[in-house]
């Protein structure tokens, strides 16, 4: 039942998924908000840019599912709420699951579940409540169905980057990616390394798991079309971007750029003139 799920989220001729991220309200940052401030309106401009999955909450989650008729893209149903992305970190961080968390993605008629596994510089309670959400999870998404991405996250000090700053280190992401992966991930979302060039040791670490790649930090066109172009020729299996695309100024022209790449092996140069097509 798992596979039937997957079917809804990688693209039936690439084999390939593009993930677009609009849960951030979740998390409680005022900066996190800048192009959702709207979610009905950020939610009807991505469908409408057809992406293969919109990842939203229990409490947005009806603005892309009310949509009638089915071609719209497949529901990601985020499933934790999180306070470690402040510039300036509160006095006690937490990583909490949402109660009957694939009850909850199974009524909403989610394709998937996301989850994320944290590794904090000198948080390691973090780590072990986001372990503890996922050994809960899991036999759940196994009992009805549910396929369950998890999302490793390596953090850079807040003293030295605040405001959620990941670790590139390949390294670091390697291990945690591989924890995901034995903690039963049926995909893994993790940060792109800082050298791009050595993501494929992501890859493989994941062996059979499909990798898809997280969007990061805000990044002009030309490099963000260019870095996925470089992720795809190394095995990851699609990408999941949320500010790169929800912020831009053309939303739907960036979408049918990373669609060219992710799922027609578009050159970034051909993609990057998508953009200008759609405005």
Same mark, same amino acid.
């Given at each position: !039942? ?16 593009? &993930? ?12 996190? *908000? ?12 991505? +469908? ?23 071609? %719209? ?19 006690? /961080? ?7 968390? +694939?009850?909850?993605? *199974? ?9 994320? /596994? ?12 986001? +372990? ?5 999870? %899991? ?8 396929? /369950? ?15 959620? !700053?990941? &670790?590139?280190?390949?390294? %670091? ?17 993790? &940060? ?10 992501? +890859? ?20 963000? /079309? ?31 750029? *990373? ?21």
């Amino acid at each position: !039942m798992i596979q039937y799920r997957l079917n809804r989220l990688f693209n039936s001729k690439s084999g390939n998924c593009f &993930d677009v991220a609009i849960d951030h309200g979740f998390f409680n940052e005022a900066a996190f *908000l800048q192009g959702i401030e709207n979610i009905s309106s950020a939610v009807n401009t991505l +469908v409408d840019a057809g992406p293969d999955a919109i990842q939203l909450t229990v409490g947005q989650a009806h603005y892309l599912q009310s949509i009638a008729g089915r071609q %719209k893209p497949s529901l990601v149903l985020r499933t934790d709420v999180a306070n470690v992305y402040g510039r300036e970190l509160p006095r006690a /961080l937490f990583s909490r699951m949402i109660d009957q968390p +694939v009850e909850q993605a *199974l009524r909403l008629d989610a394709a998937c579940v996301v989850v994320n /596994l944290f590794a904090i510089p000198g948080q390691p309670e973090v780590t072990d409540q986001c +372990v503890t959400n996922i050994l809960r999870i %899991k036999p759940l998404c196994e009992q009805y169905g549910m396929p /369950l991405m998890i999302e490793p996250l390596v953090f850079r000090p807040n003293s030295e980057a605040g405001g959620y !700053m990941v &670790d590139g280190d390949p390294n %670091k992401i390697v291990p945690l990616v591989r924890q995901g992966v034995e903690l039963g991930a049926d995909i893994i979302k993790a &940060d792109p390394t800082d050298d791009v060039n050595e993501y494929f040791r992501v +890859v493989e670490t994941a062996g059979r798991i499909p990798v898809l790649v997280r969007g990061g930090g805000k990044a002009a066109d030309r490099d963000i /079309l260019e870095r996925t172009y470089q992720l795809m020729q190394q095995g990851v299996r699609g990408i999941v971007y949320g500010r790169n695309v929800i912020q831009h100024a053309n939303p739907a022209g960036m979408t049918q750029a *990373l669609m060219a790449i992710v799922h027609d092996g578009a050159l970034p140069q051909d993609a990057y003139s998508l953009i200008t097509i759609q405005n």
